[in-house]
């Protein structure tokens, strides 16, 4: 099934770019957040995103702490959300595939 996936990928990209539609290719990572982001650092944050190398980048933040925190672990199997208070993931989108985000991202 999954070589199937892949080469399902591969057909489509393929026609894709006889078709004249580009095809677009995308680095991710995301990271689980314990204490606040002080001022200071969503200030380097925006900073970066300014930049032209990142000007397709993306975050998003994915709650979990408040009311998350007082579901005991053995409720539902998430262990993820146990003393983290959000995700963060940060994505950049470019037309050439790439080996890794743009510095800083």
């Given at each position: 099934?999954?070589?199937?996936h892949?080469a399902m990928i591969?057909?489509?990209?393929?026609r894709?770019?006889i078709?004249?539609i580009p095809?677009?290719?995308?680095?991710a990572?995301?990271?689980?957040?314990?204490?606040p982001?002080?001022v200071?650092?969503?200030?380097?944050?925006?900073?970066?995103f300014?930049?032209?190398?990142?000007?397709?980048?993306?975050?998003?933040?994915?709650?979990?702490?408040?009311k998350?925190?007082?579901?005991?672990k053995s409720?539902?199997?998430?262990?993820?959300r146990?003393?983290n208070?959000?995700?963060?993931?940060t994505?950049c989108?470019?037309?050439?595939?790439?080996k890794r985000?743009p510095?800083g991202?």
């Amino acid at each position: 099934m999954y070589l199937q996936h892949i080469a399902m990928i591969v057909v489509l990209s393929f026609r894709l770019e006889i078709w004249g539609i580009p095809v677009l290719y995308f680095k991710a990572k995301s990271d689980y957040v314990k204490e606040p982001i002080p001022v200071t650092g969503w200030k380097k944050i925006w900073k970066k995103f300014y930049e032209e190398e990142a000007k397709t980048a993306q975050m998003i933040f994915s709650p979990y702490g408040g009311k998350m925190d007082e579901i005991s672990k053995s409720s539902i199997p998430f262990p993820h959300r146990v003393g983290n208070i959000t995700k963060s993931n940060t994505w950049c989108i470019g037309k050439k595939k790439e080996k890794r985000l743009p510095k800083g991202i």
